[in-house]
């Protein structure tokens, strides 16, 4: 008999650490700003390289500066990879200002049939604590045959709402400064 309680008593303390954990994560996509529109033009054809990140924002999770410190959040996760999500929404912006339909991310051409890739370093992406977006680095738009072009430097600050302690104000913020740097790289 006492084996049989035992037996029971362990098969119940089993069935209660596997008890179903939710997931409290929110994913977060970076989306294209720039007015929808039909996309009717062949040039200009440009692929947009996966853009190049500091290694404390390649990370699933998004990042806060604080104080000079980086904190990252254990709820807030990025959706897809933050390089490729910039790239994506580059690449739309882009598509949408200038009316092109053959601007996309590089891994989407089957072919070499663009004329100029688009480099994107970025040096820092994240809100602070004094109620900005700073998105900062260097672009390149390199013609396929030429001569190498220069580096263009940027630095892109975006006002966040008072509220902007949630991620979704922030993530609104980034969107934000990719379509001014899309508008920017758009105007040469």
């Known amino acids: 008999m006492k084996t049989r309680a035992l037996l029971f008593m362990l098969a119940c303390a089993g069935?209660?650490?596997?008890?179903?954990?939710?997931?409290?994560?929110v994913h977060h996509?970076?989306?294209?700003?720039?007015?929808?529109?039909?996309?009717?033009?062949?040039?200009?054809?440009?692929?947009?390289?996966?853009?190049?990140?500091?290694?404390?924002?390649?990370?699933?999770?998004?990042?806060?500066?604080?104080?000079?410190?980086?904190?990252?959040?254990?709820?807030?996760?990025?959706?897809?990879?933050?390089d490729d999500g910039i790239s994506r929404v580059i690449a739309a912006n882009l598509s949408r200002l200038t009316g092109s339909m053959n601007i996309q991310p590089v891994q989407r051409f089957t072919t070499l049939d663009y004329t100029h890739l688009l480099e994107l370093r970025v040096s820092q992406f994240e809100g602070d604590t004094a109620g900005q977006m700073l998105l900062r680095g260097a672009w390149r738009l390199q013609p396929v045959t030429g001569d190498e072009v220069a580096e263009h430097a940027f630095r892109i600050n975006v006002p966040m709402p008072p509220d902007s302690s949630d991620a979704k104000s922030r993530v609104k913020a980034m969107n934000e400064a990719l379509l001014r740097l899309a508008r920017e790289i758009s105007m040469p």
């Open 29 to 82: 996509l970076l989306e294209p700003l720039a007015p929808d529109r039909p996309l009717k033009a062949a040039t200009p054809a440009i692929a947009v390289n996966r853009a190049s990140l500091p290694s404390y924002l390649d990370a699933e999770s998004l990042v806060v500066r604080r104080d000079g410190v980086l904190v990252t959040s254990d709820i807030d996760l990025w959706a897809e990879p933050l």
């Open 15 to 25: 069935c209660s650490q596997l008890m179903p954990v939710k997931d409290k994560a």
